[in-house]
């Protein structure tokens, strides 16, 4: 089994910038996650899908993130406009049934 | 919500030795109780879980331990070796809510 991928692992962008990032979750789960890590806040929950659906969004920070799931074998977070207080470790994870969460190696975003 | 305590933030112990982590939670509802491994550049990986029906579980070197009455979980290291170096996540959740992690422990095991 692949895991769960997430792409880009690492992201340097000018402040103002759009950033996309993008997770493909374990086959055959549905339920998949979006976390923010810093170390200031530890692990947070930004996000999370049941069945492609958004049961629980609010952690997610303000207007500028945003998340979709258009299928069940990927989903993007988008920070628009991104700012410097958003460099941070993202990851995303997935989890069938149960209560087991599988992470991805995360997408580590650096905002100058 | 959950809130979920964890002690201490880092812990530093000689090659062989145990280490203890603990956590606390306050929702009574919590039924499931995982603790995850992060390595330095990659997500947090499970490494064992205890649900509310079993006090204790063992996994070769590692086995956690849960109060329900105290609300209080712990992860033992036995005979630690350099490459437990990591930071240590517990979590709860009850079956309808997420998890809630706690901010995490950086185990240092020295040679």
């Given at each position: 089994d692949a895991g769960v991928i997430q792409s880009p692992r690492h992201e340097v962008t000018e402040m103002g910038q759009e950033v996309t990032l993008r997770c493909k979750p374990i086959s055959g789960h549905n339920s998949l996650f979006w976390y923010r890590q810093t170390m200031m806040r530890g692990l947070e929950l930004l996000i999370y899908f049941n069945n492609n659906v958004p049961i629980d969004d609010s952690g997610m920070p303000e207007d500028r993130f945003s998340a979709k799931m258009p299928n069940a074998s990927f989903s993007t977070l988008k920070i628009?406009?991104?700012?410097?207080?958003?460099s941070a470790v993202y990851f995303c994870a997935s989890m069938v049934g149960g209560n087991t969460i599988y992470f991805g190696e995360g997408s580590w975003l650096t905002v100058v | 919500g959950e809130n979920v305590e964890q002690h201490p933030s880092t812990l530093s112990v000689q090659e062989g030795d145990s280490a203890v982590i603990k956590c606390t939670y306050s929702?009574?509802?919590?039924?499931y109780f995982p603790w995850y491994k992060q390595e330095l550049g990659k997500g947090p990986q499970l490494i064992i879980d205890i649900r509310s029906n079993v006090g204790e579980k063992k996994d070769q070197r590692i086995a956690v331990t849960l109060n329900k009455t105290a609300k209080h979980f712990s992860l033992h290291i036995t005979e630690t070796q350099p490459e437990d170096s990591a930071v240590y996540f517990c979590a709860a959740s009850s079956g309808y809510s997420t998890l809630t992690f706690g901010k995490g422990t950086m185990l240092l095991v020295s040679p």
């Open positions: 628009q406009p991104s700012e410097p207080r958003d | 929702d009574s509802a919590s039924n």
